[in-house]
């Protein structure tokens, strides 16, 4: 907990020193003040409890310029909810992300970002425990770019990612059960991008390394990847973008009596999207993929995900939008990634957003919103549950 405090703490010391040091800067508020109903706030039929809620969502974002060579991104969001029938009733999430870009020269650029959350459990699916399940998390990231020429560019990158539960007895490693939530996470990326056609088709080729690790002897998984691509602009309105690759990973797993075993989980990669502006006032965007990536539970240290998601937004008229997100994955997990010796499971994961928004004035919005999902799995120690959430406030633009 001492790490999470000091993280928050240089973020917001940070942040409050640039602000002043700042040669010019912008900043845009909103405010949105929610009521609304969710019937499964826990997410799990076995444990379901309903309750109607009232949130209090604040947005602080803003950009601040020192230099001609400098500048600095930065966003706040604090969410105040009240619960009237879970626990705790009263509750405060965080979300803060700073972003600070430099030119080092003509051809050479830094980027530094860092993410903070405090959320709560938004997929978890195992049989642990249901309520109070809340972490802490950060994404430290940073970048360098090296133009080679006027068609050449060379990216390096990496990161360290953290994530500690609220709920010792879920996040810490416990030898008798054999589980601990709780990660620590090192990503490091490559890249070459080059333009194969002025203004419209970029090709690269890259290596990314991701090594997750759970608390304790759990395990976790390596993964380097080595993978080709190209965005394309087939007109002004459709963009596309492909990376197909091979990841050379394994699955580490413990068997609870001081021992652990490594798995060979290699496989393909693939990520894919598309961007289309169908109409001046509808835009549709579809991405799929498929690659190894870490569970969303405490059986198995890995997955092998293939996830498929589609948005659109519509403007029906100058003050009226809606958009909508559905989205899709589905997650195979190997008996050998499991440290209990449990059997190959199936889980199937469905979400589903739809928003509203009308704009009364230049400032002030009334917005509806729908939230559904649905988690299908295969194996009795995986949470099966239903979940819909409704809400409707008002949102204040500044």
Request: proline residues 2%; contains cysteine.
């Amino acid at each position: 907990m001492n790490r999470i405090k000091c993280f928050t703490l240089v973020a917001l010391a940070l942040g409050s020193a640039t602000v002043f040091a700042a040669q010019d800067r912008s900043f845009h508020i909103q405010n949105s003040v929610r009521v609304g109903y969710d019937d499964n706030v826990y997410l799990s039929d076995a444990n379901k409890q309903d309750t109607a809620f009232i949130t209090d969502v604040v947005n602080i974002s803003g950009e601040l310029a020192f230099s001609d060579r400098s500048e600095l991104e930065l966003y706040w969001q604090p969410e105040f909810r009240y619960r009237l029938d879970a626990d705790p009733k009263f509750i405060t999430y965080q979300d803060l992300y700073a972003r600070l870009s430099h030119a080092l020269s003509q051809r050479t650029f830094l980027d530094l970002s860092d993410r903070f959350r405090y959320q709560e459990k938004d997929g978890q699916s195992d049989l642990g425990q249901t309520e109070n399940q809340n972490f802490f998390e950060n994404d430290l990231m940073g970048a360098l770019s090296f133009t080679l020429n006027s068609k050449s560019q060379i990216k390096l990158g990496g990161g360290y990612e953290f994530r500690i539960w609220d709920d010792d007895d879920y996040g810490e490693w416990n030898p008798g059960t054999r589980s601990g939530n709780n990660y620590n996470q090192l990503k490091a990326d490559g890249s070459y991008v080059r333009e194969l056609k002025a203004d419209t088709t970029h090709g690269m080729a890259g290596v990314n390394y991701l090594h997750h690790e759970y608390d304790g002897d759990r395990g976790g998984f390596d993964s380097t990847t080595i993978y080709g691509g190209v965005d394309h602009s087939f007109n002004p309105n459709l963009l596309g973008t492909a990376q197909l690759g091979y990841s050379f990973s394994s699955v580490e797993s413990s068997d609870g009596l001081g021992s652990s075993s490594s798995e060979d989980t290699s496989a393909p990669f693939l990520q894919a999207g598309l961007e289309y502006k169908a109409a001046e006032r509808t835009s549709i965007n579809g991405s799929v993929g498929y690659s190894l990536s870490q569970s969303q539970n405490s059986i198995y240290n890995a997955s092998d995900a293939f996830d498929a998601t589609l948005g659109v937004r519509h403007d029906l008229t100058g003050a009226i939008s809606i958009s909508s997100t559905l989205s899709y994955i589905f997650s195979a997990y190997d008996s050998k990634y499991s440290s209990y010796g449990l059997g190959d499971a199936e889980e199937n994961y469905l979400r589903f957003l739809l928003r509203g928004s009308y704009q009364i004035n230049r400032n002030n919005f009334v917005d509806i919103g729908y939230q559904y999902a649905f988690r299908d799995p295969d194996s009795p120690f995986l949470i099966e549950y239903t979940r819909n959430r409704v809400d409707i406030g008002w949102r204040l633009r500044l």
